[in-house]
């Protein structure tokens, strides 16, 4: 086995990056897991207008990147893996990751959130082929064609306007009347003479699965059943997002979605105890602001708790 690490920060969006360049700082040497999505959320965004320092905005890939080097110019080292597993209930905690076992003294979770699928087994077929949950990513592919965005939220709103700059027309579908994107976005998408926006309105099937391609949906409005064909050739999801904590189940208290409930906003439980030396930060355990700047705020608490345990532990 490896020598015991001081700190090891599961996750590299915004808030395991703040981790990584504090606890670097600190001298901790720590050690990044970049997790299934290297560079969480923000390297999938376009513009971030709201991240203070950035008047004009920041590309979200830029605005990682940037902090990934500020990190490593601090000691800093980073791994593409991820955790299978850990057993919390003995520390120092030895992690079993894709890369090998690992044994640090502290933890921090960061490991985010990933986007909701409708669940349906078309749209399972056909991602890659047409259904996407990531406009930036793929928005590319849909020059000139009518695409369908599913969701009621910021998300949702983003992902279709974005999707103006390469689709002829997009329909956005959400399963209400009332919506809960922030007034600006649903302004701008109503205004858009491209976007069309449907409510009452739910995919009950994505079609093309034969065809290895999606040649359109199968929607139902909820208010009287009707149910309708929409020809498009792209779907996207903008219906939130689950966080990535299952891992944890039966040794951190979570909430019924599966967040991880934090005390004094970092520290994790275990049945209402402290668990020593693990935290969590950034959107796993934020079902409630979940923004670049708030989670780069509680990456910023959860270091300083890792450092201030590992000081009275004698580290
Ligand atoms: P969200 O606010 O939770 O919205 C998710 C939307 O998807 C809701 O309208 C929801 O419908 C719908 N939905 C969920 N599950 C569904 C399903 N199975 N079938 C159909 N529809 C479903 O999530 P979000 O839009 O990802 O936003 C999350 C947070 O990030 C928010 O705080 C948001 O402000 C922020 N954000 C900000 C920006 C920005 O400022 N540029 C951009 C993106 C996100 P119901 O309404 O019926 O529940």
């Given amino acids: 086995m490896s020598e015991t690490r001081d700190t090891v920060i599961l996750g590299s969006g915004c808030a395991g990056l703040t981790a990584a360049i ?5 001298g901790l040497n720590p050690l990044v897991l970049e997790g299934h999505e290297p560079g ?27 902090m990934k080097k500020q990190a490593a110019k601090f000691g800093a080292t980073f791994q593409l893996a991820h955790l299978n597993s850990v057993d919390l209930s003995k520390h120092p905690y030895t992690l079993q990751t894709s890369a090998g076992e690992i044994c640090t003294r502290t933890l921090i979770v960061a490991s ?6 409708l669940g349906l087994p ?43 700059r390469f689709a002829s027309k997009v329909t956005l579908l959400h399963r209400r009347d009332a919506f809960r994107a922030s007034k600006i976005m649903l302004e701008r998408a109503i205004a858009h003479p491209n976007i069309e926006l449907r409510t009452n309105t739910v995919v009950e099937e994505v ?6 391609e999606v040649r359109g949906l199968r929607l139902r409005d909820v208010t009287n059943g009707n149910v309708t ?5 792209g779907l996207f999801l903008g219906i939130g997002h689950e966080p ?26 275990h049945n209402g105890v402290v668990v020593p030396g693990v935290y969590a930060c950034g959107d796993v355990q934020d079902r409630r602001y979940r923004q670049a700047i708030t989670a780069a705020g509680s990456g910023c608490m959860a270091a300083l708790e890792a450092e201030k345990f590992l000081e009275e532990h004698g580290h």
Avoid at 22 to 26: E, V
């Fill in 207 to 212: 079609l093309g699965v034969a065809e290895q």
């Fill in 40 to 66: 969480g959320q923000l390297s999938i965004t376009t513009l971030v207008e709201n991240f203070p320092g950035w008047p004009e905005g920041i590309q979200g890939p830029e605005l990682i990147d940037n």
């Fill in 22 to 26: 504090y606890t670097g700082r600190a």
């Fill in 112 to 117: 985010g959130a990933s986007a909701r699928w």
């Fill in 122 to 164: 078309s749209e399972q077929a056909l991602i890659g082929h047409g259904v996407s949950s990531c406009a930036t990513c793929d928005g590319f592919f849909f020059r000139g064609r009518e695409i369908a965005v599913v969701g009621g939220g910021d998300s949702a709103m983003e992902e279709a306007l974005f999707l103006t």
């Fill in 229 to 233: 064909t929409l020809p498009v050739s």
């Fill in 244 to 269: 990535n904590a299952k891992m944890f189940h039966g040794q951190m208290d979570l909430d019924a979605d599966g967040y991880i409930r934090t005390k004094d906003n970092v520290l994790t439980t």
